[in-house]
T-cell receptor, first 112, second 114 residues
Framework: NAGVTQTPKFQVLKTGQSMTLQCAQD?????MSWYRQDPGMGLRLIHY???????DQGEVPNGYNVSRSTTEDFPLRLLSAAPSQTSVYFC???????????FGQGTRLTVV | AQSVSQHNHHVILSEAASLELGCNYS??????LFWYVQYPGQHLQLLLK??????LVKGIKGFEAEFIKSKFSFNLRKPSVQWSDTAEYFC????????????FGGGTRLMVKP
């Protein structure tokens, strides 16, 4: 059971570079989300999706784009990386509103 | 704005001590409540959850939590901690049927000394 798979696990970017964090789930969950984790701030929601073709902004969406072309995949794009985006990013999937979220292993991103 | 507060940011205990971590939320509607644990270098894993019914919920590894609606609280407890409980603990809340995703507290970092 793969669950939620994120790649890469670690990444270092230079300011201004772009990249895509990949997230895939094999549980046929409709709901997927991206969070960033910063010390003392818990996890903050960046973007989420309630199904293929449908995405919406969370609490901290600026600087990030998402798309959901399939049920399985929910990539997160940084168009022009900034040091403030240095963080640990977690992708999660949920079978239905209000139920438990299953998390990926996380991507530790450093922007220099 | 809806929020989740964890008042203890860092807790240090000796093995066999009892643990209680506080969690309060500000939602006005009916909520589902969760506690997640993150062991060093790992992803978040579900400890326990409350949707309805008995407000005292038992989870994995001997953890339990009590939902007190009048206090908007969902505190996590364990009678006797072990060194292996060293981790960061997150409370999370979602308002039922509101179309929102989970909102997390700031986390509590627990260190258990052997």
């Amino acid at each position: 059971n793969a669950g939620v798979t994120q790649t890469p696990k670690f990444q270092v970017l230079k300011t201004g570079q772009s990249m895509t964090l990949q997230c895939a789930q094999d549980m046929n969950h409709e709901y997927m989300s991206w969070y960033r984790q910063d010390p003392g701030m818990g996890l903050r929601l960046i973007h989420y999706s309630v199904g293929a073709g449908i995405t919406d902004q969370g609490e901290v969406p600026n600087g990030y784009n998402v798309s959901r072309s399939t049920t399985e995949d929910f990539p997160l794009r940084l168009l022009s990386a900034a040091p403030s985006q240095t963080s640990v990013y977690f992708c999660a999937s949920t079978i239905a509103w209000g139920t438990e979220a299953f998390f990926g292993q996380g991507t530790r991103l450093t922007v220099v | 704005a809806q929020s989740v507060s964890q008042h203890n940011h860092h807790v240090i205990l000796s093995e066999a001590a009892s643990l209680e971590l506080g969690c309060n939320y500000s939602y006005g509607g009916t909520v589902n409540l969760f506690w997640y644990v993150q062991y060093p270098g790992q992803h978040l894993q579900l400890l326990l959850k409350y949707f309805s019914g008995d407000p005292l919920v038992k989870g994995i590894k001997g953890f339990e939590a009590e939902f007190i609606k009048s206090k908007f609280s969902f505190n996590l407890r364990k009678p006797s901690v072990q060194w292996s409980d060293t981790a960061e603990y997150f409370c999370a809340v979602v308002e039922r049927n509101a179309g929102n995703m989970l909102t997390f507290g700031g986390g509590t970092r627990l260190m258990v000394k052997p």
